[in-house]
C-alpha cells in the first residue's frame, strides 16, 4: 500500500481517537489458533513460527455498536528443511493498523451477550531479515493486508469468541535464489482459534 494512504488512514484514526477519547475503551487479544496453514513465498517446506499481539480502542457509534481502531504487532521465524541445499532462514516483524467495528446487540442473559467483530489491518511498517548462502538482506518496505472475523460471546468486560484470519505480507527487496531463479519473499496465512478478550476503562 502506498506510503501516503497509509498516512492518511493514521491520521483519520487518530483525529476521531481524539475527538471520541471520554468514551474510549480499551481491549486486549489474545489469540489462540487450533488450526493454521502457512505459505511463504521463496521458501520450500518450510517450518514458520509466528505469534500475534492485539491491542484495540473502542469507540461507541451506538449502544451496541463500536468502532475498532487498534494495532496488532505480528512476527515470524521461517527456516529452510535440513535437507534443503540452499539453508535460508528468516525473521520478519510487522506493525498493523487494525480498523473495524463490533456488534454486541442479541443479548442471552441480562449479562451474556452475542457479539460480532470484523476489521481489515494495514501494515504501516515493518521489519525482515532473510541469511543464507552466506549472504544477509534487509527489507526496504512492507504491504499487504489482513483480514479478521470473530464470534462469541461477552460476560461484562470478558469476550471469548472463535475467530477466523488472514494476512497476506510482502517484504520489499527480499529475494532468494531458487534454482537460478530470484523469488520474491511474502508471507501468506490463515487461521482458526479461540480468542480471548479483555476489556478495561
Given at each position: 500500500?502506498?506510503?501516503?494512504?497509509?498516512?492518511?488512514?493514521?491520521?483519520?484514526?487518530?483525529?476521531?481517537?481524539?475527538t471520541q477519547v471520554w468514551a474510549v475503551k480499551a481491549k486486549i487479544r489474545f489469540l489462540f489458533p487450533f488450526s493454521s496453514k502457512s505459505v511463504a513465498d521463496g521458501f520450500e517446506d518450510s517450518t514458520i513460527k509466528s505469534s500475534e499481539f492485539v491491542v484495540a480502542f473502542l469507540m461507541p457509534l451506538s449502544q451496541h455498536t463500536v468502532l475498532?481502531?487498534?494495532?496488532?504487532?505480528?512476527?515470524?521465524r521461517i527456516e529452510d528443511p535440513s535437507t534443503s541445499s540452499e539453508g535460508y532462514s528468516g525473521v520478519f516483524r510487522a506493525h498493523l493498523l487494525e480498523l473495524g467495528a463490533g456488534y454486541?446487540?442479541?443479548?442471552?442473559?441480562?449479562?451474556?451477550?452475542?457479539?460480532?467483530?470484523?476489521?481489515?489491518?494495514?501494515p504501516i511498517s515493518g521489519e525482515g531479515e532473510v541469511q543464507g548462502n552466506q549472504a544477509t538482506?534487509?527489507?526496504?518496505?512492507?504491504?499487504?493486508?489482513?483480514?479478521?472475523?470473530?464470534s462469541g460471546v461477552e460476560y461484562r468486560d470478558l469476550e471469548i469468541s472463535?475467530?477466523?484470519q488472514r494476512r497476506d505480507l510482502s517484504f520489499d527487496g527480499l529475494t532468494v535464489s531458487r534454482n537460478g531463479k530470484r523469488n520474491d519473499v511474502a508471507l501468506h496465512s490463515t487461521?482458526?482459534?479461540?480468542?480471548?478478550g479483555y476489556t478495561f476503562f
Amino acid at each position: 500500500m502506498d506510503k501516503k494512504i497509509k498516512k492518511l488512514l493514521l491520521t483519520i484514526g487518530l483525529l476521531f481517537f481524539t475527538t471520541q477519547v471520554w468514551a474510549v475503551k480499551a481491549k486486549i487479544r489474545f489469540l489462540f489458533p487450533f488450526s493454521s496453514k502457512s505459505v511463504a513465498d521463496g521458501f520450500e517446506d518450510s517450518t514458520i513460527k509466528s505469534s500475534e499481539f492485539v491491542v484495540a480502542f473502542l469507540m461507541p457509534l451506538s449502544q451496541h455498536t463500536v468502532l475498532d481502531l487498534g494495532y496488532s504487532y505480528f512476527n515470524a521465524r521461517i527456516e529452510d528443511p535440513s535437507t534443503s541445499s540452499e539453508g535460508y532462514s528468516g525473521v520478519f516483524r510487522a506493525h498493523l493498523l487494525e480498523l473495524g467495528a463490533g456488534y454486541s446487540g442479541f443479548e442471552l442473559t441480562r449479562t451474556i451477550s452475542l457479539v460480532f467483530e470484523s476489521s481489515v489491518r494495514v501494515p504501516i511498517s515493518g521489519e525482515g531479515e532473510v541469511q543464507g548462502n552466506q549472504a544477509t538482506m534487509d527489507a526496504t518496505g512492507i504491504s499487504g493486508m489482513g483480514y479478521y472475523f470473530s464470534s462469541g460471546v461477552e460476560y461484562r468486560d470478558l469476550e471469548i469468541s472463535l475467530f477466523y484470519q488472514r494476512r497476506d505480507l510482502s517484504f520489499d527487496g527480499l529475494t532468494v535464489s531458487r534454482n537460478g531463479k530470484r523469488n520474491d519473499v511474502a508471507l501468506h496465512s490463515t487461521e482458526y482459534g479461540i480468542a480471548f478478550g479483555y476489556t478495561f476503562f
